[in-house]
């Protein structure tokens, strides 16, 4: 069974930046896609960013430029790394793992998740 557990959230003010760590145990991570997601209150779960076993990168539009997504395949972790930080980050963030080969941006494409870290950018 493989287990996601995610670090890192807090409460940060506008234009700073914070790191989120996930690390994702029991199964072989450098075969999935792992992705961050967030859900704000009243609104769906939406995408982030995720990163490919091969390397590749993809970032939704509102993050970009801003959030990189790295892992690190030896320690079985990937790191949401976020700068500039604007209030409507304000989210639970969430990391997943694709072990069944899908490497799509919708929650349905990811088979496992953890509880979820808090981020809440206020001034």
């Known amino acids: 069974q493989v287990q996601v557990v995610e670090s890192g959230g807090g409460t940060v003010q506008p234009g700073e930046s914070l790191r989120l760590s996930c690390v994702a145990s029991?199964?072989?991570?450098?075969?999935?896609?792992m992705g961050w997601f967030r859900q704000a209150p009243g609104r769906e779960r939406e995408f982030v960013a995720i990163?490919?076993?091969?390397?590749?990168?993809l970032y939704s539009d509102s993050v970009r430029g801003r959030f990189t997504i790295a892992r690190d395949n030896a320690k079985n972790m990937v790191i949401l790394q976020m700068n500039s930080l604007k209030l409507e980050d304000t989210a639970a963030y969430y990391c997943?793992?694709?072990?069944?080969?899908?490497?799509?941006?919708?929650?349905?494409?990811?088979?496992?998740w953890g509880q979820g870290t808090q981020v809440t950018v206020s001034s």
């Open positions: 997943a793992a694709s072990a069944s080969g899908r490497t799509g941006t919708l929650a349905s494409d990811y088979d496992y």
């Open positions: 029991g199964g072989t991570f450098s075969g999935y896609t």
């Open positions: 990163a490919w076993k091969g390397g590749y990168r």
